[in-house]
């Protein structure tokens, strides 16, 4: 088996053809994990885990969807060319989306609160603006990283030009552990975040950039593998949009630069995955 450990089938790339989607992910033996990225999408992946053998559930607040009067944002072609109308964390909310999980025996299908972080990449003009901004994503940053730790569960990091601080903010929270979903960064912030007990998350984006050292270097122990679809797409795929049975082109690249055989790949990152998120 392989596993995706995070994908947006929650999202409105799949409201014509999610059913089957969710088939062809089944049928090819993949499990995945549906990643909230705002209440909304949050309680959806709940209800889609339940509904579906395979599917688990991540909840929590991407740090874009943070209600904001410093910033106007629409995100590019790239990111889906939504408009974040942003939204005041309710932590209470989203506890309550884990305990109604954990109510019906046999379920209990929310494996992580994620996914969460900081985002620098869109900042608002001005350097009493920006320490605003970032400010704010801080304290929901950590209002959710202690949501996990009451919960008992792993986090999934968004990061973006923000490592450092998020870094620092993690030294605090040593008992938390998690996946950096979509690592961008280099070795050495990878190896401070594995020494924090997290692993590392490769997805489509090794397509576009070049971490081949980084996944040289990074232990196997510690890799998850990922789509972060509907983006992100494999090259290989020759699809415009990604879905969770392209995971195996991630688990072919990452064999061909450790020189691993796939189902070496496949096998050790299932086990990681399981091991994380108790699954």
């Known amino acids: 088996m392989i596993i995706d450990t995070h994908s947006h089938l929650n999202f409105k790339a799949y409201d014509k053809d999610r059913d089957e989607v969710i088939k062809r992910t089944q049928k090819e033996g993949v499990i995945c994990i549906d990643v909230g990225t705002k209440y909304e999408t949050s309680k959806n992946a709940v209800e889609l885990a339940e509904k579906n053998e395979g599917i688990y559930a991540a909840i929590g607040m991407h740090p874009i969807h943070i209600k904001t009067d410093l910033l106007k944002l629409k995100m590019d072609e ?3 060319a939504f408009e974040p109308l942003g939204e005041e964390f309710d932590k209470a909310r989203y506890k309550n989306l884990v305990l109604r999980s954990r109510s019906d025996e046999g379920k209990n299908k929310v494996v992580a609160i994620g996914e969460i972080g900081l985002d620098y990449y869109y ?15 801080k304290e929901i940053f950590v209002s959710q990283l202690d949501l996990a730790k009451e919960l008992n569960l792993p986090v999934i990091i968004h990061c973006r030009m923000a490592h450092d601080d998020i870094i620092k903010i993690l030294e605090n929270y040593k008992d938390v552990a998690g996946v950096v979903h979509c690592f961008t960064g280099n070795w050495e912030q990878a190896q401070k975040y594995m020494d924090l007990g997290f692993y590392i998350g490769i997805n489509g984006i090794i397509f576009k950039l070049n971490l081949d050292e980084v996944i ?26 990604n879905e969770p049975i392209f995971v195996k ?3 072919k690249k990452i064999a061909e630069i450790k020189n691993l055989s796939e189902d070496e790949i496949a096998g050790k990152t299932f086990n990681n995955a399981k091991k994380l998120f108790k699954i």
């Open 78 to 80: 790239e990111e889906g």
């Open 249 to 251: 082109y991630v688990i």
């Open 123 to 137: 900042r608002p003009k001005g350097t009493t603006k920006t320490e605003k901004f970032k400010e704010k994503q």
């Open 216 to 241: 040289k270097k990074v232990p196997l122990e510690k890799i998850l593998t990922e789509t972060d679809c509907p983006y992100l797409t494999p090259p290989e795929a020759k699809a415009e949009r």
